[in-house]
């Protein structure tokens, strides 16, 4: 896909870059390169937003591997309003939270509190949530607040541009780009309020700036070094670009589109207004997701497998469905040699029969594997939790089996941690069961609801202590409670009633076990 858009009487600008060829041919000559991204932190959402931020940093490692230093800069729009939908989003659909922070749309979400005491402001926990997910993909820019550009002044001249300049940069805009107009060049927060959407600059001077408010109703007349704000998107982009002296910055196909996509506009903006910009963009493919599949899948995959989806082909447009996130899933990690399928059906049974003792990245293993399960293999995932009231339902004998089992278990467990000696223990002490011993197998799998996975003398030995000690009381205690529910009905009902054909079944099952 080649682009050219030029300002007349200029040289056209070169054409995006759509691969790593192209990006190491364009800056071949150059020592450094500055490569950047935008956001606005407003809320978290899922995976499908990472491509930009991936494919950028697929960039600066293409770049450094070649001898460029390079600088990865995210710029977060901090002074971007909050609106209806990324509330909803950021507050997971909770009506009672969306309620308490109602009343801060429409505001720079700087200036709102963070939804989660101790992290300042809305934009910052959003922030560390952000960054904290692009670690877990080995993706590390250097964040750039833009309100704290701003208040820093670093964007006053760029102000004071889109102020005096207006009608210039609108008739500039009517001429190049005729079906742009913008709604307001700059967005200057309410004095009173503290909102940014419904605002208005009606006039200025060296003493004074008035400022209307829609919102609230309010004109304020406050001192010029005291008003706040932040430029059109098109040319904040323009203005940081500048000031950050931007090379490169992926962009999606709607922003580049050749006779009014935004990213065209923001680069004559800036080669216009803003003292010249020479950022090239890189063509960045859309990410879509099939009806069929939950996005909350992609959080599933192994990091580096998404990953490696997001940054295959730059410039292609990737539909993420269920094959296609299966095939993702079945590659073999470099590492391990095991794909994430693999892994699941090895790693799900051993984790889950003991899942109050796992670390970090296990725990971390086991959620992903069973999101997975559910949102793309269809599979509900097993359950394995101990079930000690499925006891009262099996009788003596599979009991006593259970007990001599769990006993000798905590027994060698106790003794050593080799599974060798472990193993061969217990393959003694299931053989002593006889014709048993399957039924009480079978019982010690409904026990420890875990009826597939584990083979169950490796069951005996990952099941924790602590549970193999809370099983072996719960059986002793139900044979206990049997035992004298016997004698209870002995001393009541006499032996011969109770062997009577025609006392009642629960009481003869008593007896009997």
Not at 221 to 250: Q, S, T, Y
Not at 459 to 481: D, I, K, S
């Amino acid at each position: 896909m080649a682009v050219t858009w030029f300002i007349q009487g200029e040289r056209s600008h070169p054409d995006p870059i759509v691969d790593k060829k192209s990006l190491l041919q364009r800056f071949a000559n150059h020592e450094s390169v500055v490569v950047s991204a935008g956001i606005t932190c407003a809320y978290l959402g899922d995976e499908r937003n990472l491509r930009e931020y991936l494919v950028a940093d697929d960039a600066v490692r293409a770049l450094r591997s070649e001898g460029h230093q390079v600088k990865f800069i995210l710029f977060n729009d901090s002074l971007d309003a909050l609106n209806a939908r990324q509330l909803r989003v950021a507050m997971d659909k909770d009506p009672g939270a969306i309620a308490t922070f109602e009343k801060c749309i429409g505001k720079p979400i700087a200036d709102i509190p963070s939804p989660v005491p101790g992290h300042g402001s809305w934009a910052a926990y959003f922030e560390n949530q952000f960054l904290k997910r692009l670690a877990t993909y080995d993706c590390f820019p250097t964040l750039e607040s833009t309100a704290s550009l701003y208040r820093s002044g670093l964007y006053d001249p760029y102000i004071e541009i889109a102020l005096s300049k207006g009608a210039e940069i609108r008739r500039f805009l009517k001429t190049n780009f005729a079906d742009y107009t913008p709604q307001k060049l700059f967005y200057a927060v309410c004095p009173a309020c503290g909102g940014i959407t419904e605002t208005e600059v009606t006039s200025q001077g060296d003493s004074a700036v008035a400022i209307s408010c829609g919102e609230c109703g309010i004109t304020s007349a406050i001192p010029p070094a005291e008003m706040r704000g932040k430029l059109n998107w098109k040319l904040d982009c323009a203005a940081r670009w500048h000031m950050f002296d931007v090379d490169v910055e992926p962009f999606s196909k709607s922003y580049l589109e050749p006779q009014g996509g935004s990213f065209w506009i923001a680069d004559a903006l800036g080669r216009k207004f803003c003292g010249g910009v020479k950022v090239t963009p890189i063509i960045q493919g859309m990410v879509k997701i099939d009806a069929e599949l939950d996005p909350t899948s992609m959080g599933s995959l192994p990091h580096q497998a998404l990953r490696r989806l997001f940054i295959e082909r730059w410039n292609s447009d990737l539909l993420l469905t269920k094959e296609r996130m299966l095939l993702a899933a079945s590659k073999a990690d470099e590492e391990t040699g095991l794909s994430f399928v693999d892994s699941i059906k090895r790693r799900i049974p051993g984790l889950k029969a003991r899942p109050t003792e796992l670390s970090r990245e296990e725990y971390d293993f086991l959620c992903r594997a069973e999101t997975f399960q559910w949102t793309v293999l269809a599979e509900a995932p097993e359950r394995c939790q101990m079930d000690t009231g499925s006891l009262h339902l099996m009788n003596d004998r599979a009991l006593w089996g259970l007990a001599l089992l769990a006993g000798d278990s905590i027994t060698q467990r106790e003794q050593s941690s080799s599974y060798a000696e472990f193993d061969f223990a217990i393959k003694e002490t299931s053989n002593e069961l006889g014709e048993a011993k399957a039924m009480v197998h079978d019982a010690l799998r409904k026990a420890l609801s875990h009826e597939k996975g584990l083979p169950v003398r490796r069951l005996l030995f990952t099941t924790p202590l602590h549970e193999m000690r809370t099983l072996l009381y719960a059986v002793e205690r139900t044979l206990e409670a049997r035992e004298s529910s016997r004698q209870l009905a002995k001393e009541r009902m006499g032996t011969a009633v109770v062997n009577d054909p025609t006392t009642s079944t629960t009481v003869n099952s008593i007896l009997a076990g």
